[in-house]
């Protein structure tokens, strides 16, 4: 995880450069949670609550995933909290949203689960912006070129649909932080989120059932599927280890059952 520092030890021109925009900062409540950012926090000011999350400029890879929020944005409007301001000044790149009412996804609960699966209907539709990474291409190293071009297609995919990236409201969920994107075919984000309903002890039939009310994965290539499985788990065996890579291989092993199921 990126150290973290608080809204009070940025630069005075940084914090200054965001209250031109969003107004004077009244309360600030600092955020923990977050892997890419090495600042964020809820602030509240005369013109309303936003959600605001920075790196240092130096920070390449910090840097590049603050590109792609601000490029995918605009796509995902009914999904994710709007992207306001981008603020660059005195060495920090800041990114500056709408704030939310929401808690993480509990996705052990039926009534979480249903609003997960209605946001992620609402962007299996989007096109990804031109620019935007390949997904195939994440798995270059492990799959051959037959494989590659399974996971080939245009749906804009968020990757990365963690509970942490799920926030969960009253009467529906956002989806955030955008931060690796990549355009593929719409049942990955599926396929990965019936993986983490998996992680949340929810039974491997269970989890299948709820992703077959998608209809990109009900439509899913049989083939395709099982080279996204096939590469998720090579590349966790060459991370951690066969042993180690256990537990989650078996979880997205899990997904070619519905797919035997379909043949």
Not at 41 to 65: I, M, W, Y
Request: charged content about 20%.
């Amino acid at each position: 995880m990126t150290p973290r520092i608080d809204w009070a030890d940025l630069p005075a021109a940084a914090r200054n450069a965001v209250e031109e925009c969003s107004g004077t900062v009244l309360v600030v409540e600092p955020i923990a949670d977050g892997l890419t950012c090495a600042m964020a926090a809820r602030l509240v000011t005369g013109a309303g609550a936003f959600f605001v999350k920075g790196v240092p400029v130096e920070d390449g890879r910090g840097c590049a995933a603050q590109r792609w929020e601000l490029a995918v944005n605009s796509q995902v409007r009914s999904a994710s909290p709007a992207l306001r301001w981008q603020v660059v000044a005195d060495g920090w790149d800041l990114l500056v949203f709408d704030h939310v009412e929401g808690e993480h996804a509990d996705l052990s609960r039926p009534s979480d689960r249903e609003l997960v699966a209605g946001v992620l209907r609402s962007v299996q539709g989007v096109t990804a912006p031109a620019g935007v990474p390949s997904f195939a291409d994440r798995f270059a190293d492990v799959l051959d070129a037959d494989q590659l071009s399974l996971l080939s297609g245009g749906s804009l995919l968020h990757t990365d649909t963690n509970p942490h990236n799920l926030l969960v409201g009253e009467e529906r969920c956002w989806i955030v932080d955008w931060a690796m994107p990549a355009a593929g075919p719409a049942w990955v984000d599926v396929a990965y989120t019936t993986v983490r309903l998996m992680e949340a002890d929810v039974s491997a039939g269970e989890a299948l059932d709820w992703s077959g009310q998608f209809s990109s994965w009900r439509e899913a290539d049989p083939a395709a599927v099982e080279a996204f499985v096939t590469g998720v788990c090579r590349q966790w065996e060459a991370r951690v280890g066969v042993a180690g890579a256990r537990p989650s291989n078996v979880r997205f092993a899990a997904l070619l059952g519905a797919t035997v199921a379909a043949r």
